[in-house]
């Protein structure tokens, strides 16, 4: 207690003495205040009085506050010792669409009007990781009743095809087997000139049956000069004694020069057969050709250019003949960026040796004579230029002229000259000579034509395209291009209605083509005919679908075709089947 006392003492003598040392300097200098004793009754308490409060920010003059001192830092990194385990973090929910299970395999049957019947089966499996087999059957007929046609004007087309193939590492292969059966009518009787009694057509059977089989095969390479080939055997013949056989190899090769590409196609093709006879007498009908083709190549980039420069060397031999002649042709393309991928320009020159084939023709036209001869086309050049790109993201052009020979071609023209004037049908008459069949002409075809084309996307569930072409041809010696329009229209549009439904259009336009008829004689002469040129009507054909998606597996359909209802004329005197309804169902599956 005493010592608090004494210390409580001295601090109230230092306090005194420091107020003493103040007072003495505020004085003057000169100023003699005199002494005087101070008694202290308590101690010191000091307070904190009240201080003003400066509410401006104080401007400083002082130039060294404005230098800023550089300051390094130096960090020693140790590790320290962490039980801390941080809780995994969950993502949030993102709204997608369900991902639509894909399936191997798939089934489909279609019953319409007509007696229409479509079918198709088609199945694959996974052996291993490398290798796979699959099948496709396919199936459509209809059982005729076109009003026009008093013949029967029934159809069907039947085939099987097998594959087996294997995905390695550095190359790839498949091997093929297929099998077609085909039976056609030549119903299209010209009903003016034989008008007869029933009697008459009820002793014609015009079913023409076909058969095609074929055997072949791919290989392809990765990072190989050689990066693959082509093999192919056809076997073709009908139920007239007509029969064909090709064989067709197309192997190819690529190497870099510097920064250009050289490629090589190399072509063999070899096609054989034989008609029991002409369509006027009994003589046979051979012919055969080897073509081999060479077609070098080399592709080259600058900036916004962009060519490929070649050229297409071709042996024709023909062996029933013991003829053979050499072609070139040039393979040139060049195109130029003129607003990137919006709008780009190209330009080049084509030509090609084409080998013709009674298989290929029944394809374009099945209501040929088997009375053929078959021979390739040459065309020497094929010169164009257009443009093409993108109006936007979605909306994609394309506009292109060209002028183009063509020597040789083939033409489809009736098979006007009848076999006979007897009211009574010979036995010898065959059925597809009545004006109701067509032969091949050849003649040298000089096009120029003209092609628009656009396609879009409008939204993410539909599309849309549009495409149109402009020709004017002229033919050496024949009186017409037989069969071929001057303009041809198609249009499409497809859209996903909801997640269940969908639809489609699509609608074409076949401008006029001419053809060759009989006429009588101006002495209405029976053993004398003159020919004169017949204009088939141009036509317009609409067809439209509507699905239903039951389920992931099971979907049900409607197609309509010809749904103007018109019984246009394809090929001269054969009517087409007016508004065709087919419904049916697809079901996907796997084993």
């Known amino acids: ?44 308490s000091a307070t904190i009085s ?28 140790f590790p320290v010792a962490s039980t801390f385990t941080p809780a995994k973090g969950k993502a949030a929910g993102v709204d997608k669409p369900k991902k639509e299970k894909l399936f191997s395999n798939y089934a489909t049957l279609g019953f319409g009007n007509y007696g229409r019947i479509l079918g198709e089966l088609f199945v694959t499996e996974q052996l291993s990781q490398t290798d796979y087999v699959g099948g496709m059957l396919r199936h459509h007929s209809s059982q005729g009743g076109i009003d026009e ?28 087997l297929g099998y077609q059966h085909q039976v056609y009518n030549w119903y299209g009787i010209d009903q003016n000139y034989f008008n007869r009694e029933e009697a008459f057509y009820v002793a014609i059977d015009p079913s023409h049956t076909y058969h095609n089989f074929n055997l072949g095969g791919k290989i392809g390479f ?59 007498n009994l003589n046979e009908i051979k012919y055969g050709f080897t073509n081999f083709g060479l077609n070098p190549s080399i ?10 420069v070649g050229v297409s060397l071709f042996y024709s031999a023909d062996i029933e003949n013991s003829k053979s002649k050499f072609f070139i042709y ?15 320009f190209y330009a080049g020159a084509d030509g090609n040796l084409q080998q013709n084939t009674y298989r290929d023709f029944t394809n374009e036209n099945p209501f040929l004579s088997p009375t053929l001869f078959i021979a390739p086309t040459s065309k020497p050049y094929d010169v164009f230029a257009g443009l093409k790109g993108k109006l936007a993201g979605n909306v994609s052009y394309n506009v292109r002229g060209s002028f183009a020979q063509e020597n040789d071609k083939a033409l489809f023209r009736n098979n006007v000259f009848p076999m006979t004037t007897d009211p009574a049908l010979p036995n010898d008459v065959e059925p597809y000579a009545f004006g109701n069949s067509f032969d091949v002409v050849y003649d040298d075809v000089k096009t120029l034509s003209f092609f628009g084309e656009l396609k879009a996307d409008l939204s993410k569930n539909i599309s849309a395209g ?4 402009f020709r004017s041809l002229s033919a050496k010696d024949q009186a017409e291009v037989w069969n071929l329009p001057s303009i041809t229209f198609g249009a499409n549009v497809d859209a996903n209605i909801t997640e269940k439904w969908y639809a489609g259009l699509n609608l074409f336009f076949v401008g006029e083509r001419k053809d060759q008829v009989i006429a009588p004689d101006v002495l209405n002469d029976p053993a004398f005919y003159a020919f004169a040129t017949k204009t088939l009507d141009s036509y317009f054909d609409v067809n439209a679908n509507v699905g239903y998606k039951y389920n992931e597996r099971l979907s049900l359909f409607l197609r309509g075709n010809n749904l103007l209802n018109q019984s246009y004329e394809r090929w001269l005197n054969y009517p087409a089947q007016q508004i065709q309804v087919v419904l049916g169902a697809n079901y996907k599956f796997d084993f």
């Open 50 to 77: 009240d201080a003003f409060k400066v509410k401006e920010t104080p401007s400083l003059d002082d130039d060294d506050n404005s230098k800023k001192e550089e300051i390094k830092y130096n960090i020693f990194s």
């Open 1 to 44: 207690m005493k010592d608090m006392k004494i210390s409580t003492l001295n601090k109230s003598i230092v306090v005194v003495l420091f107020l003493i040392s103040q007072i003495g300097f505020s004085q003057k200098k000169d100023e003699n205040i005199g002494t005087e004793v101070v008694n202290v009754v308590k101690p010191y």
């Open 330 to 344: 040039p393979k040139i393309t060049a195109s130029y960026k003129l607003v990137g991928d919006l709008m780009i």
């Open 466 to 469: 549009i495409n149109g072409t």
């Open 299 to 308: 592709s080259l980039t600058q900036d916004d250019w962009a060519f490929d």
């Open 222 to 280: 990765e990072d190989s000069f050689f990066t693959g080939a082509s093999l192919q055997y056809n076997r073709f013949w009908d139920n007239y004694g007509s029969a064909e056989n090709r064989f067709l190899v197309k192997p190819s090769f690529e190497f870099d020069i510097m920064d250009a590409a050289v490629k090589t196609n190399v072509i063999g093709d070899y096609v054989s057969g034989s008609f029991e006879r002409n369509y006027f």
């Open 149 to 176: 046609a008093i013949l029967d004007d029934k159809f069907y087309t039947t085939s099987l095809d097998l594959t087996y193939g294997s995905q390695q590492r550095n190359f790839n292969w498949n091997a093929d």
